[in-house]
């Protein structure tokens, strides 16, 4: 659970309060003694503080200076920084409500701070019998002109002990509102199932859980089982299974709504291995711990296409997860076997810990039956990618989709997802040839997530972007707002990005 944001003007108590303010100009009148404003510039100014607090002793306030940041990308990521700090302020006095004022009339900021704060409150506590240390935040309320466009008169936050309203509540702008938390409902349904472990997600579970979702939203999904991706030729997502006792599952999550403004749909595609051992290559030493999270792309798709179609976006948009574990079973995969994939090309499988591209490459395949428009996949595919960025964005690729690349790499920006555009050159693409098949599923040592993306693309033939998001997708120290464990990393992306394409036409 995370807390709700609201934007209203209504009557109530004031209790914790947030002034965020760009100019110490702004500073409501009748909240701050002389003393306190010297001591609020002395934090700012000397100490370089972004946000200052006054125990009240029955409840706190904080202030919030902008910081002073040209780019607007990272004046933007400040303001979620500083909501994460203020929310683990607040949930450490065991708070449950907390009011924003924007003095500084700059309703994105406010609306970042906000989103900082509850993204920042994130748990997951699902299996501790003792939660001593639960966050308690539970509402968010905005108060800002910037946001409210009605009209009406700001609350009087002057007032030491009440808030008074003086007109109606607003009416012109809960849709905005509504969105944001929609998309961090979102990016928490993400997270948690990312966290979840394999002993309780498996990929049938997985598929229940996006189906009892979608029933909230109006989007359909279709659960194909082994016999139906048998009958589908898919070699990939069956051979990767065959060490598992656990049966695949290939689930297709669709919205398309009456005012949906393009007939070509924009397919997103998420690579769900529940768990990965790495197959007869079994994965050394502690190297397997964290793998419930390599579904953290078939996590994100899901989660993406929930917040689209409960936005009511009107753009179409397809979710492909293919979803299996990866064990070393007695059927498994070995080195040195060859299988035939969805789309009739054979794969020399070189190493079994490399199989997430072996699914993925079945729902590319898959996904031309749509003739789309755009497909996006989302992958924790390469330790390569990792070693390469770090935990700070994801490896992009793209064939066909130079545009639109550029234009997730915007969004990326916005919400702080960023995007390293990598090469797709030929080059690459000849290193994964095989002597005895059509392709081999292992490259050389160098530029592993480059030749994992030239294999992918090779089950395309329309505007392609390959999102390799093994950095990013799940971390073990906490990380601000991101939290620690799956961060829900691709959700806010991709939702930007469709939003703003939507808008566009």
Known sequence: MIPSITLTNKEQELGHLVVIISDFSQLPAGIFKAVEKKYLREQVESLKQEVVSFNRFSYWVFVYFIKDEK????RLEASRKAGDKTAGLLNGQKATRVALFDAAGEGD????????????????????KEKENENTLQEIEIYSEAVDETGNELPDLSLPSRVTRHASPVTRHPSRVTQLNILLEAVALCRDLINEPNSHLTATVFSKMVVTKAKETGATVEVLN?????????GGLLGVNQGSSEPPTFTVMEWNPPDAKNKKPIVFVGKGVMYDTGGMN???????????????????VAATVYAIAKASLPVY??????ATDNRPGAKALVPGDIITMHNGMTV?????????????????????????????????????????????????????????????????????????????WDEYGEQMKSDLADLKNLGPAEAGMITAGKFLEKFTDYPYIHLDIAGPAFIDKRDSYRGQGGTGFGVRLLFDFVEKRGASR
């Open 109 to 128: 900021v406010v609306l970042g701070f906000a989103e900082g704060m509850a993204l920042g409150s994130y748990q997951f506590l699902k299996y501790k």
């Open 348 to 424: 020399e499988v070189l190493n079994t810990d490399a199989e997430g591209r072996l699914i993925l490459a079945d729902a590319l395949s898959y996904a031309k039956k749509y003739d789309p428009a755009l497909v996006i996949d989302l992958a924790t595919l390469t330790g390569a990618a990792v070693r390469a960025i770090g935990k700070f964005g994801a490896v992009a690729m793209q064939s066909k989709a130079v545009e639109e690349l550029e234009r997730l790499k915007i969004s990326g920006y916005e919400v702080y997802e960023r995007l390293v555009e990598f090469p797709m």
């Open 71 to 74: 780019d607007w990308s990272k």
């Open 226 to 234: 082994k016999q139906r991706i048998s009958a589908l030729k898919m």
């Open 282 to 300: 079994l994965k050394p030493g502690d190297s397997m711990l964290n793998m419930k999270d390599d579904m953290s792309g078939a996590a994100a």
């Open 317 to 322: 948009v397809v979710g492909l997860m293919p």
